[in-house]
């Protein structure tokens, strides 16, 4: 293989790039994965650099093509180009999100502005722009099959979302604002990952920790172990709200923790994050205005299901009023319980989880300490996230030592069809490390594709507490739907089946790319894969029926909370992204403020999910003006789980269809249409508001 670089390249990278460098050629592993146990730190930043030279060089070679346009040499040979970036990026994006060192974290920096320059290198060439527009023009006359139909049109519109008809005086100022945002985002995600490090509590005093079983504890020690730290240590997680606030009896601990969370991107050291979040804000706003938008989100949104952010903003203000009024109303239940206790305050955030999980007990006789012991990590995996998926899909899963992996937490599987071929493999990383981003996601170390020959290698992270050496992972059951949810998202693009790279698999609209993922999540609580999975861990016996029952009984427990943290989250997204270009740069605290109130979802004891100082969807995360997707999705997962009941539940039949309409389409077709043709009817929001326990009483019979 020969590489061209151009003449812009750097030309030191490109020297340290040869046949010994693991990307150098396609990986000769199993569904060409990346031969881990090969790669170096060392090694990425030259692949990195070369494959951004060669792609411009195959780019360049499209656009100075003498032949008329054709969807062939135009389309079809861009989909052919970057094969040694992506394969360098997918594993580097992979290793940096989940194991990031210094070195490494180091080549994030630098590397960011060349990648929004190389984004903007192709997206804004004015002579490859022409080529694609000369072929747009005559779409219609070009007699192509669907799939090439949706790829030319997604072509066109990438362009032009992305500034190819601007000046070429607007074009330079916009690459500087591309190349800002970039490095910003980058900075964000640096200083975010190290305050939340720092947040962690730390104490040398157990008792502080009262509440926390024998287990939790012994977590906490090895945490603090290996901080080389006396005590225990409690690490944060990416949220407002931390899973020990349920346990912890000592208030004094529990608004500590509270605290920490909250402020851990506002103590005005070098982690903090509000000047970042505040010129990001301003920059967007900006560029939206050079594209000729009113907002950022109006730019953002308009690929999207949602088209515009009026869309968005009206879809969630309709959910205020009765998400707000259960919220008052738990609120109210809470008080009076922490009355009869003779507490003598006031409810506050980090008394939430401890009082309503007394609320629960009280109600339902349900205490998550009785219910930990069935939700063991790996049986919940294979007897669970791997049953229902053998059930729907008939496929099946075994698991490969034999495949290198980053690091030694993470599990490797192949997937096999229900006819025995391969159809992909898929990794797991799920306990919590302070070098791993916080949250749960998934992503592609290979992308499926017909036109490539390639098949998907897939992953799933997340960041479950890791158990001390010995012990059990067990987990409650929002860990368990979480598992569901990240598998979800695995399954579209394990079952991805297009012959375009760009259109496959999880590449689709926000506020759709959710929808698979939560979609799954309703099978952890379906009786049959239930019934397989919540087994004790030390005898092996089924969750007794009543425990099940009362799990059941208390779904819709704390709905007013959890649906209010999550809408006034998306809200404050859509509203930092709807800014006006004149406006002057925002005081992060004191516009969320405003922004609560103005969404009338400030609740002084219902935070936002995300604090706007370590929201890292919207900073570094891709979802800017795009937090609303969870909501807009959920209304499309309850729907579809509805047709699902209506149509026999689980079974073969209803999967295939599922996966033969949806899952396996990407972005082939228009999306609502899409989801219309599979479910025989618009989404509906009355299933979600069922689920949510949100429906007027006469409403949810």
């Not at 040694?84 to 989940?98: E, I, K, P, W, Y």
């Not at 669970?384 to 490797?412: C, H, M, W």
């Not at 799933?460 to 998202?489: C, I, S």
Request: aromatic share 12%; charged share 25%.
């Amino acid at each position: 293989m020969v590489i061209a670089f151009s003449a812009t390249a750097d030309l030191a990278a490109a020297a340290d790039f040869g046949p010994n460098n693991p990307f150098f050629a396609p990986s000769t592993l199993p569904f060409q994965a990346p031969p881990f146990d090969k790669i170096k730190d060392s090694d990425y930043q030259p692949a990195i650099e070369a494959g951004m030279a060669q792609q411009r060089e195959e780019i360049k070679t499209i656009a100075d093509n003498p032949a008329p346009p054709t969807f062939e040499n135009t389309i079809v040979a861009m989909e052919k180009t970057g094969r040694l970036f992506d394969r360098a990026m997918s594993a580097f994006n992979a290793v940096t999100g989940a194991n990031l060192n210094p070195e490494l974290q180091k080549v994030q920096e630098i590397e960011a502005p060349k990648l929004a320059a190389h984004s903007d290198a192709i997206f804004l060439d004015a002579k490859l722009f022409q080529r694609i527009k000369t072929l747009y023009d005559k779409r219609d006359s070009l007699k192509l099959d669907a799939e090439s139909y949706r790829l030319l049109d997604y072509y066109y519109k990438k362009f032009v979302h992305s500034g190819a008809n601007l000046s070429e005086a607007d074009k330079t100022a916009l690459k500087k604002l591309n190349e800002e945002e970039s490095t910003l985002s980058q900075n964000f995600i640096t200083k975010l990952l190290a305050a939340t490090k720092d947040g962690a509590l730390v104490t040398t005093d157990k008792n502080a920790l009262a509440g926390l079983t024998d287990a939790q504890i012994a977590a906490a020690a090895e945490a603090a172990k290996g901080r080389k730290a006396e005590g225990y240590v409690i690490p944060l997680q990416n949220t407002t709200q931390q899973p020990d606030l349920t346990a912890l009896q000592q208030r004094s601990t529990r608004q500590t923790l509270f605290e920490n969370s909250w402020n851990r991107a506002e103590r005005g050291g070098a982690n903090d994050t509000r000047q970042t979040v505040s010129r990001l804000a301003q920059l967007r706003s900006e560029k939206a205005k050079l594209l000729g938008f009113p907002n950022y989100a109006a730019w953002k949104l308009e690929d999207q299901m949602a088209k515009n952010p009026d869309a968005a903003i009206k879809f969630m203000d309709s959910l205020v009023p009765g998400t707000t009024a259960k919220a008052h109303s738990e609120a109210a239940d809470i008080q009076n319980l922490i009355d009869s206790q003779k507490g003598g305050f006031q409810l506050q955030p980090w008394d939430w989880e401890f009082y309503s999980d007394q609320v629960r007990k009280a109600k339902f006789d349900l205490d998550e300490s009785q219910i930990k012991p069935y939700f063991e990590l790996n049986n919940v995996l294979e007897n669970g996230v791997f049953y229902a998926a053998n059930q729907l899909y008939g496929i099946t899963f075994k698991e490969r030592k034999d495949i290198p992996v980053y690091q030694s937490d993470v599990r490797v599987f192949e997937v096999t069809d229900a006819d025995g071929k391969p159809l992909a493999l898929w990794y797991c990383d799920y306990f919590k490390r302070d070098n791993k981003n916080g949250g749960a996601w998934m992503d592609s170390l290979v992308g499926q594709s017909k036109l490539l020959g390639t098949l998907p290698v897939v992953f799933n992270v997340a960041n479950f507490a890791k158990p001390a050496p010995g012990e059990p992972a067990l987990l409650n059951f929002r860990d368990v739907t979480t598992m569901f949810h990240e598998f979800g998202h695995a399954l579209h693009g394990m079952f991805a089946n297009t012959t375009y790279p760009t259109l496959s698999g999880t590449g689709v609209a926000r506020d759709f790319v959710e929808f698979p993922s939560q979609f799954n999540e309703h099978w952890a609580l379906y009786p049959s894969v239930f019934q397989h999975y919540a087994k004790h861990y030390k005898t092996g016996e089924p969750m007794p029926a009543d425990l099940v029952a009362k799990i059941k009984k208390s779904k819709t427990f704390n709905q007013g909370y959890d649906f209010t943290e999550i809408v006034a989250a998306a809200q404050l997204d859509m509203q930092w992204h709807t800014l006006p270009p004149t406006t002057p740069l925002q005081q992060p605290d004191e516009f969320e403020k405003k922004a609560l109130e103005k969404t009338h979802l400030l609740l002084s004891y219902v935070p936002s999910r995300y604090r706007s100082s370590y929201f890292a969807h919207i900073w570094g995360g891709g979802y800017s003006a795009g937090y609303y997707a969870y909501i807009w999705s959920e209304m499309l997962d309850d729907d579809a789980y509805h047709w699902f009941e209506e149509h026999g539940g689980l079974t073969r039949a209803n999967g295939d269809r599922f996966r033969k309409m949806v899952l396996s389409r990407g972005n082939t077709e228009d999306l609502e249409r899409m989801y219309v043709a599979w479910r025989g009817a618009e989404p509906s929001t009355e299933p979600m508001l069922k689920e949510r326990g949100l429906l007027p009483a006469d409403d949810a019979k």
